[in-house]
């Protein structure tokens, strides 16, 4: 059985083992524990507890729990003192403060979503991201840096305050794999997070593992603005400390009607500049997007992308990947 680790957080890791968990593969998630906005950040705040948001999607992502529970996890409080907080959100949170480790209680939450695959905080130190721009800015916060939408410097810099050492879990994971899969995701608060922390970039490079990176959709405003496909993995080398093994790309075209939603931050598709002559990395272009429009809940504080990867669309490339590559 081929193992297979996914680095990450947020939407694009959702659709990713949302794809993968039908199939039959070790499967385990090492996830970004730097979140600090919105119901996370406000649960981080006021209650001490680790990030719950981001464990809490992949966890929905690979259940297999009946449709209730998965809603359940999912469903955003619209009104009243609750507003905006996430119920997943609040049961993780609840449970780190039941539980005599945070491990019982991500198994504990595995068990009730029947999570067909292995769940790892990347960390258990409470950390929190760094971003220092080219022009001398430097924003601390997750949920600042994600929401700094009008910043057209360039990150010069992101790291972890403090710094924070690996989860022993996630390192297994990882240096045991067959497969590594990167993304979709925000570049610099997704992925970027997950090898900050100590141990992380050194076990990738150590690993066997063939190392996949799925390329974002749009550029994100603040982040990657401007970005071409060789900026991102530029980047993503810089932090990782070697180059993917594959590059995996859409290449159909966005309706407008979803790209006019992009305008107000000026977010626009990656273009793939990638030269296959130019780079020994494999580069792989499908067509990849989800043409349905995710609409976010009216309590939800934060922006949010509406364009996503098709899980299985994407499924369908990584899988053959496995065969080949």
Known sequence: MKKVTVLGGGT???VVLSGLKNDSLDLSVVVSMSDSGGSTGKLRDQLGVLPPGDLRQCLVALSDAPALWRRLFLYRFEKGDLKGHN?????????EKVSTSYDEAIKTASYVL???GNVIPVTLDKVHLVAEYVNGKVVTGEGFIDENHFENSRIKKAYLSPEANANTKAIRAITSSNYIIIG????YTSIIPVLLVKGVREAIQSSSAKVIFV???MTKAGQTTDYKASDSVSDL??????DPDVVLINKEMIPKDILKSYEQFHEVPIENDLDPDKVAYKIIEKDLIDSTVNNKSESDILYRSILRHDSQKVNEVLLKLFDNV
């Open 87 to 95: 119920f997943g959100n609040l049961f993780l949170a609840a449970l």
């Open 114 to 116: 029947k999570t067909k």
């Open 237 to 242: 080398r810089k932090y990782l400390g070697r």
């Open 12 to 14: 694009g890791t959702f």
């Open 215 to 217: 390329m974002n959709l």
């Open 184 to 187: 979709p995701g925000d570049l």
